[in-house]
């Protein structure tokens, strides 16, 4: 008798359980375009009042109007695990207490002019699921 190799296999997941996933994560990757370049910067994030407050080291001018923030968890060996990926209008966190609030609980990377809070209001919200499927 012989077994079909695994296969790996895509599940989309509805918006809830994605929000669910970002929540329970701390690390992800801003992604924006910037002089026709797309950048990507580790970032930390949190999820507060239906906004994503994100820590990145990008300087605040860079940050266009339009942003998008990527999370995932996924294991090499079994190619199993999560992804999310959140868009929307993008904003620096420019009120001072709101900014030293996050700076005390989200830590950076980079301080200065290079360390950026951005608040990000996510309008499409995708994730996905990766499974392992019998072929």
Do not use: I, N
Not at 67 to 93: K, L
Not at 101 to 130: C, E, I, K, N, Q
Request: hydrophobic share 45%; net charge neutral; proline share 7%.
């Amino acid at each position: 008798m012989s077994t079909s190799p695994a296969t790996l296999r895509m599940v989309e997941v509805s918006g809830a359980e994605a929000l669910w996933l970002l929540e329970g994560s701390t690390l992800g990757r801003l992604v924006y375009v910037h002089r026709d370049l797309a950048v990507v910067r580790p970032a930390r994030h949190v999820w507060a009042y239906g906004r994503l407050v994100v820590r990145a080291p990008a300087p605040a001018a860079a940050v266009p109007a339009t942003a998008t923030y990527h999370v995932d968890d996924v294991r090499a060996v079994p190619g199993t695990g999560w992804a999310v990926t959140v868009s929307g209008p993008a904003e620096v966190v420019g009120d001072p207490d709101e900014a030293a609030h996050y700076r005390r609980t989200l830590t950076g990377w980079a301080h200065g002019p290079h360390d950026t809070l951005v608040r990000l209001h996510p309008t499409t919200v995708t994730g996905f699921r990766l499974a392992r499927a019998e072929a």
